[in-house]
């Protein structure tokens, strides 16, 4: 390819507060429409707006994450459009003062660390939402998310393929779950992206002469798509010496294009001017380094953490972190092994996080739910991993005893019961198994020490027979070895 791919991204992120953004009503989903609404949120005459201090704060604490410039002053805008789902005709939102400054995020993609730099990242409200129902010819609004906080996080132009713009996301979402600002569930909305791409020759370093903007994209996978799909489009317009118009595009996802959707707005179409409902905010040093101090532990300082506490392997610890739910389990599963071990024992950590990467991740994946959400408590997922370590459950067995603690959320012990699939590892009764077999079986012996491994094999699998396929195959070979003076 002769083109060089360059993305910004434009992600709103719902912060999570009790009430909206500039009043007193409710922040949260509602069964029926215009429940959570007052004057003004539906911008009646002669409402006036109060800042919500929760949504500053959570605001703050993302662009400290993001290892932005925290504003020492900080002002709010009203950008004016006319759409019917913004009652106001004008958004509060913020313009040349923004609460954060310039940032940057790491990423490690295909190994190779990336700087991602961060513009700014601003606070606004949401507008409302517009219902079109079918064949009616009118359409409906509801305002119960219009003036919800929104922090706008605008990315530098520094994103160079869709894989890199995917896991940009990837990284952003999980921050926002470790600072507990928002569930940043992108198929909710919660977390929603705009790209910006255009091409320029490899080699080149300045900005192209244009750029497309893209919307509606609702997962990962729509943005890494919209972006090879407008990587693909613009190249062939380029190849024919023509210049891509600059517009905004929506994405298709069911068709798997973009579409042209209007000429891009410039700002100077919004007529932006300061709020004068609302007073200049002021942070004061202290203020921003306390809550800096304050911050939950975020999962690159988390990875390190578990490499040295746990010494687990520097991939599984990536990938444990990477989903804030999974790690806490882990440490929670960990901590549950942690009572039960004598201080004389170690406990090694790998067997667990292979289990939680394994069996535990295949199975909610499959049943589309959280670590939180399985039925599969901690504690008995700890029970459940000594049981296997002490040997009283066969590996394969463990793996039935599993999926019924997941159907059931029964306690491994009452399952092994129920299904008897109790592992033998008690050596007087393999002794016993062991001295019945050698007994019954002369030939067998004789071959087992002149012919080697495969007549050896043969009277295991008699002891395995007699403990009716229950016996521990370690200790039978150990026990069988010793009778036989192998
Ligand atoms: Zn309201």
Known sequence: MTYEPVIGLEVHIQLKTQSKMFCRSKNAEADRPNVHICEVCTGQPGALPIINREAVRKAVMVGLALNCQVAEYSKFDRKNYFYPDLPKGYQISQFDMPINGKGIMELVVNGETRKIGITRAHLEEDA??????????????????????????????????????????????????????????????????????????????????????????????????????????????????????????????DKGITVSQRSKEESQDYRYFPEPDLPLMHFTKDWVEKLKRELPELPKVR????????????????????????????????????????????????????????????????????????????????????????????????????????????????????????????????????????????????DAKTKGEKSFGFLVGQTMKELKGKGNPQKINEILKKELDL
């Open 128 to 253: 409302g939402k517009l219902v079109h129902p079918s064949g009616a010819n009118y359409s409906l609004v509801d305002y119960n998310r219009a003036g919800t906080p929104l922090l706008e996080i605008v990315s530098e132009p520094d994103i160079r393929s869709a894989e890199e713009a995917k896991q940009y996301l990837q990284e952003l979402q999980n921050m926002m779950r470790y600072l507990g600002v928002s569930d940043a569930d992108m198929e909710k909305g919660h977390l929603r992206c705009d790209a910006n791409i255009s091409l320029r020759k490899i080699g080149e370093n300045g900005f192209p002469l244009y750029k497309v903007e893209v919307k509606n994209m609702n997962s990962f996978k729509a943005v890494a798509n919209a972006i090879d799909y407008e990587i693909k489009r613009q190249s062939e317009l380029l190849d024919e010496d023509k210049i891509p118009d600059k517009e905004t595009r929506g994405w298709v996802d």
């Open 303 to 446: 990875k390190e953490r578990f490499i040295k506490e746990y010494k687990i392997r520097e991939n599984d610890a990536q990938i444990l972190v990477s989903n804030k739910e999974l790690s806490e389990y882990f440490e929670q599963v960990m901590s549950e092994l942690a009572e039960w071990t004598k201080p004389e024992m170690t406990i090694t950590a790998q067997p667990v996080v292979s289990s939680i990467l394994g069996i535990f991740s295949a199975a909610i994946n499959m049943a589309k739910i959280s670590a939180k959400e399985s039925k599969v408590k901690p504690e008995n997922f700890a029970e459940w991993i000594k049981l296997i370590q002490e040997g009283k459950v066969s590996n394969l067995a463990a793996k039935d005893v599993f999926s019924m603690m997941f159907k059931t959320g029964e306690d491994p012990h009452v399952i092994l019961d129920s299904l008897g699939l109790h592992q033998v590892s008690d050596e007087g009764a393999i002794l016993d198994a062991v001295k019945k077999v050698i007994a019954a079986n002369p030939k067998g012996v004789e």
